[in-house]
């Protein structure tokens, strides 16, 4: 009399089971096995392989297990949604970051607009997302990146000049984002900064201020003035020069926008001056509120006796600051579109600014 077969798992690895598992496998990478789909019931694998279902519930426990299906009790198992990580780092766009997560999911900030803008755009077009955040990137290239399968990087910083310049060897389209590029070889999207700067110094020359001071950022990061900064810095002293303002009336102060003190000093030093300035075109809002802070410190009040012209971001429930205002989750679009047309020379975008008549501004003291 002939034995039965044993039902369970036969052991080895060319046994049948690894066969089936494997053939199992091959459904789900060609996608003749939808991702998002049920697979067939158990009953009728076991009867299409001819084994039993003991069987095929370990060998789709296997599966689920390298998460290529989902299993839930009473149910028919699902081929999972996600990709093989292989063919998901084929089409994706990694997105280095210099700062801390916090501040990607923070609407108040220009990280937090433009990655609020980012992820919905993200599609078949432009391959998943893939975040590279750590402080490190501040000062190191990502060792490895050059050999991962991408469709393109973005750039969120503020990144070293030399830093920077390293992505440019990378075989694939980068964009550097809030940043202006400065002579890079890559793709930038970044505010127009002297034009809006040239335009704020007007505009307090038009309320009669002749003593115009400007206050640029330093990035501690990195030990150099923003390049926003910069820019910005040039915008200004070119109005002031087309104004025909003396060399004594306009001046340029260095703050760092993470420490409240630093900006408060300056504040003070403006007051201090003889005459003192009557008006003061600040780089970014942290900034602005150690220069606010030193005013009221000082007695005195914003606009009647310092008016304060400020770069900053739009966004609900913003401080009232006159100056240029930036919507930076215009930014994501442009970004995007460069990732996936890949012109072969570097694109750099400008988003304008606009002038917004807050609170902080006013007609020079007699």
Same mark, same amino acid.
């Given at each position: ?61 296997? @599966? ?11 149910? @028919? ?54 975040? @590279? ?84 950022? @330093? ?148």
């Amino acid at each position: 009399m002939a034995k039965r077969p044993r039902v369970g798992r036969p052991q080895g690895h060319t046994s049948r089971y690894k066969l089936i598992q494997a053939d199992m496998l091959d459904k789900l990478q060609s996608g003749r096995w939808p991702p998002g789909r049920p697979l067939p019931s158990s009953r009728q694998l076991a009867r299409q392989y001819k084994i039993s279902h003991q069987m095929i519930h370990i060998a789709l426990k296997a @599966l689920a297990k390298d998460g290529w299906v989902r299993l839930a009790d009473r149910r @028919l198992a699902v081929a999972t949604v996600s990709a093989p990580l292989s063919r998901v780092m084929e089409k994706s766009i990694a997105l280095v970051v210099t700062a801390g997560l916090r501040a990607l999911a923070d609407e108040s900030n220009s990280r937090g607009q433009l990655w609020n803008a980012l992820v919905p755009r993200m599609d078949l077009k432009t391959g998943t997302l893939v975040i @590279l955040q750590d402080t490190r990137w501040r000062k190191e290239f990502p060792a490895g990146l050059r050999e991962l399968p991408l469709n393109g990087v973005l750039l969120l910083g503020p990144f070293h000049h030399e830093l920077a310049r390293q992505y440019e060897a990378l075989d694939l389209p980068v964009v550097l984002l809030d940043q202006p590029a400065e002579g890079l070889k890559i793709h930038a999207v970044a505010l127009e900064n002297v034009q809006a700067a040239a335009d704020a110094v007007s505009r307090l020359a038009a309320l009669g201020h002749r003593r115009i001071a400007f206050v640029r950022n @330093l990035v501690t990061s990195t030990q150099k003035i923003d390049p926003d900064s910069k820019e910005r810095e040039a915008g200004f002293i070119a109005a002031c020069k087309k104004l025909k303002l003396k060399d004594v009336d306009y001046k340029i102060f260095t703050g760092i926008g993470s420490r409240a003190q630093g900006s408060i000093d300056i504040g003070q030093q403006l007051l201090r001056a003889h005459p003192p300035f009557t008006a003061v075109l600040a780089a970014d809002d942290t900034l602005a509120a150690g220069i606010v802070l030193a005013v009221e410190m000082a007695g005195l009040k914003v606009p009647q006796d310092l008016s304060l012209a400020v770069f900053h971001a739009q966004y609900p429930g913003s401080h009232n600051w006159s100056g240029p205002r930036a919507d930076f989750s215009l930014m994501a679009a442009p970004a995007l579109d460069l990732l996936v047309r890949k012109p072969r020379l570097p694109q750099h975008v400008r988003i304008p600014t606009h002038w917004h008549e807050g609170t902080t501004t006013g007609p020079a003291a007699v």
